[in-house]
């Protein structure tokens, strides 16, 4: 379901940056990734390089005005006719010779970094536990599935608090779907920068796979570079959707720390720390290779005090926000997993059970009209009376796509229009489940 997010509240916003001092950063580190900037990505005029920096012109001006005194840049000497007459701006030898020095000790280059404190100031502007989450707001974007009675009355609290969530119960019934549909009911929109920095580090944070910026429309056509760059909120951050972060069988412990990259001597921001101001969505926990009770133990301390601490390659130590909502699905029973410790500290459990017959065949004939098959009704007293019993009629959400796929794809050999018939039932019923038997090597 595609809803239009609305914009930030104005209250969210990080205060415009008036002076260099407000970046909270030093000259030095300043000079290093302007002039990396500068030689990696051959930007020559002011306003270009003030938009590959993320700073406003005016301040990007200034730091080009220290690095010509210092000798590291100097005027080309030509106006650009296509860039309102622009002057162009080259490292000279002294400044390749630095650039490339502070490229041997970091590659990073690009949008200027927000102090690891700063970003804590603006986490708490735009908390996920401050989010207003109403029951039309859920329902809406879990409108496309039929779902068991009194599920949204468990979900809404538990997603409303910004506290974690543990959806248990048989595969195949939603939970992932349930999870999707939490991710959708966030429907506003953060700031989220570009990378941070903590002691001379710098961290990237925004991620385009977990990030997905808002293109609001501007009233800048037309205006000169100076005044499009007259921002209401600090460049370095982008505004955004709320994160989702979405793992399976393939998370690992050492995902949820800083990935550091030896060659380019760069930090990555941690999965969890992507999703701040989100949701972390840990989908078929108990199908890791670590076991879930150590992945939960992870989690314990952050979810408690609502930050974490991530190391630098140095082996310091330092504390993040850990403002996420955090959806655990498992097909494990909650007490097979996790000790009780672990369960007291998970906020809310919420048990997705397979539908009732009733519920089923609405689900049934939604999914037929949806993939064009007429329905029998001769085939679903079949599947109902003679395949059903076979599974103690253990009904399961997921069967109706399933069997209505294979009817489809029966139809598609035989060459005959899509209809079900109680012969196609059986042969879809054949792939539903393998049956017990043993192979002889």
Sequence with gaps: MNMQAPPAE?????????????????????????????????????SDIAKAICLPIPL???????????????????????????????????????????????????????????YKVQVKRQSIRDIKLTRPMLEASMGHLILPDGLIDQLGPAVGSGRSVLMY????????????GIRAAMGDNIYIPHALSYAGQVITLFDP????????ATETEGQSPLRKNAARFDTRYLLCTRPTVMTGGELKLSMLDLNYNAVSRTYQASMQLKSTGGVFIVDDLGRQAEPPQTLINRWIVPMEVNYDILALQSGEKFEVPFDTLVVFSTNFHPNEIFDQAALRRIFFKVKIDGPNQEQFLKIFAMVAKKKGIPLD????IHMLKVRYPTIDNVYANYHPVFLCDQIKAICDFEGQPYHMTPEYIDRAWENLYVREETIVH
Excluded: C, W
């Design 377 to 380: 009704e001769k085939s679903l």
């Design 169 to 180: 119960g048989p595969p195949g019934n939603g939970k992932s779907s349930i999870a999707e």
């Design 60 to 118: 990007t001006t200034q730091l080009i005005d220290m690095l010509r005194d210092m000798n590291f840049l100097q005027a080309t000497g030509t106006m650009h006719a296509t860039s309102s007459s622009e002057m162009g701006f080259q490292l000279t030898d002294a400044g390749k010779a630095r650039a490339l020095d502070a490229l041997s000790q970091s590659e990073y280059y690009g949008a200027m970094p927000v102090p690891l404190e700063d």
């Design 10 to 46: 104005p209250g969210f916003a990080p205060p415009a940056l008036r002076t260099l001092a407000d970046t909270g950063l030093t000259p030095v580190m300043m000079r290093d990734i302007l002039l990396k900037t500068i030689f990696r990505k051959n930007v020559e005029q002011a």
């Design 209 to 216: 796979i977990v990030h997905t910026p808002v293109t609001a």
